[in-house]
């Protein structure tokens, strides 16, 4: 899963470009858009399909770019809010994971909806997860409030992967000015207290923005641009991560 302790952070948009980053490595990528109450990942993946169903009422995901696709904005008109409990909640994610039809995958990325509620604990309940990514700005009110994701995740007993920086500076394009809005470094120090893994920084660019609003993430639209190259970059790492996991849980227990 792709977390953040609180929005506004870019974790979707983190979140789709890195499931497009691991696809064009050739791997199989899944991606399940569980952040129920502002699905956007359709909108920055310009996914205007629906679903599918086979015979027996299972659920195609959407294939976009090489990624297979799921999410609540395909079920829902885009002006209408979700208002549900928990028990609602945990049964879409209950379907999400168990009634489509994933097929073979190399990797399911799953964005959550920020903090620390019903869909994280379902999902930690449901299936046992590799690890949890945490993406968040380098600001200490976005760091505070990650650092409670964390400690979430250590109590469901999830690994965590590693921590991203977003929107970690601005370097002007005209004359080439670094601007640190938000700051800058702030992740990568808390992972280094915390003994985690830092995965990377991704620069504050209006082309992110740009490119996730018309339907074509950045590391598709310009590959070549920084923020794409630092997304790639991201990616990689979080790869290396996955693997270093799997081979943990493949090492069998020695006793003396």
């Not at 977390?3 to 609180?6: D, R």
């Not at 990650?146 to 979430?152: D, G, H, R, S």
């Given at each position: 899963p792709i977390?953040?302790?609180?929005g506004g952070v870019g974790k979707s948009t983190v979140c789709a470009n890195l499931a497009l980053a691991l696809a064009s490595t050739g791997a199989s990528v899944g991606l399940m858009d569980a952040d129920v109450?502002?699905?956007s990942i359709p909108?920055?993946?310009?996914i205007e399909e629906e679903p599918e169903l086979t015979a027996d009422r299972r659920i195609i995901p959407v294939s976009k770019h090489g990624v297979k696709v799921?999410?609540?904005g395909f079920f829902m008109k885009p002006e209408e809010a979700v208002i549900w409990r928990g028990p609602m909640l945990h049964k879409t994610v209950e379907q999400f994971l168990h009634t489509v039809e994933w097929g073979e995958l190399d990797y399911l990325l799953v964005d959550l909806p920020?903090?620390?509620g019903d869909v994280q604990l379902s999902l930690c309940q449901m299936i046992p997860i590799t690890g949890a990514v945490i993406v968040s700005t380098p600001q200490d009110v976005a760091?505070?409030?990650?650092?409670?994701?964390?400690?979430?995740f250590t109590k469901l007993n999830a690994?965590?992967?590693?921590?991203i920086e977003n929107m970690s500076a601005y370097v002007c394009p005209h004359c080439g000015k670094r601007e640190e809005i938000f700051g800058s470094g702030g992740a990568r120090q808390m992972a280094e207290r915390l003994s985690l893994p830092f995965l990377g920084e991704i620069p504050l660019a209006t082309s992110v923005r740009k490119t996730s609003d018309a339907g074509t993430p950045i590391v598709l639209a310009d590959p070549d641009s920084p923020a794409a190259a630092a997304l790639t970059a991201v990616a990689k790492n979080l790869a290396a991560q996955v693997s270093i996991r799997a081979m943990q849980i493949a090492q069998p227990k020695v006793t003396f």
């Open positions: 977390a953040s302790g609180k109450y502002g699905p909108t920055i993946l310009g799921i999410s609540m920020p903090g620390t760091l505070n409030v990650a650092q409670k994701a964390i400690a979430m690994p965590i992967l590693g921590i």
